[in-house]
């Protein structure tokens, strides 16, 4: 079972980006599945997540507004769309998927991790 988490990069202030969440291994059509990101000194921080028995997505307010979560069951693959980036995005991003189909924001909850894909903003 592995998560492969891309699309990461160096981008200036005002840019986007599109992350990308492959997974492989087993169906994750049914697991909720999340976003997170972990700057340099601070916690690993719940960003968007992608509800596996409704659909329903939820956002940090840091992100609301800017970052939107997709899901392709097809293609076993979950997305963050980042707009209107900022430095203060900088940090590596993860993908997660959580077998019990209900949301959570901790981290713990969730039960597979992506190896993390760089997000470098510059002012």
């Known amino acids: 079972v592995q998560l492969q988490a891309c699309g990461g990069g160096l981008v200036q202030a005002g840019d986007c980006l599109r992350l990308?969440?492959?997974?492989?291994?087993?169906?994750?059509?049914?697991?909720?599945m999340g976003w997170f990101r972990q700057a340099p000194g601070k916690e690993r921080e719940f960003l968007s997540g992608?509800?596996?028995?409704?659909?329903?997505?939820y956002y940090t307010d840091s992100v609301k507004g800017r970052f939107t979560i997709s899901k392709d069951n097809a293609k076993n693959t979950v997305y963050l769309q980042m707009n209107s980036l900022t430095p203060e995005d900088t940090a590596v991003y993860y993908c997660?998927?959580?077998?019990?189909?209900?949301?959570?924001?901790?981290?713990?909850?969730?039960?597979?991790w992506g190896q993390g894909t760089l997000v470098t903003v510059s002012s």
């Open positions: 997660a998927a959580d077998r019990s189909q209900f949301f959570h924001r901790t981290p713990g909850a969730y039960d597979y």
């Open positions: 990308s969440c492959a997974a492989s291994g087993r169906t994750f059509s049914r697991d909720t």
């Open positions: 992608i509800s596996g028995n409704t659909g329903r997505t």
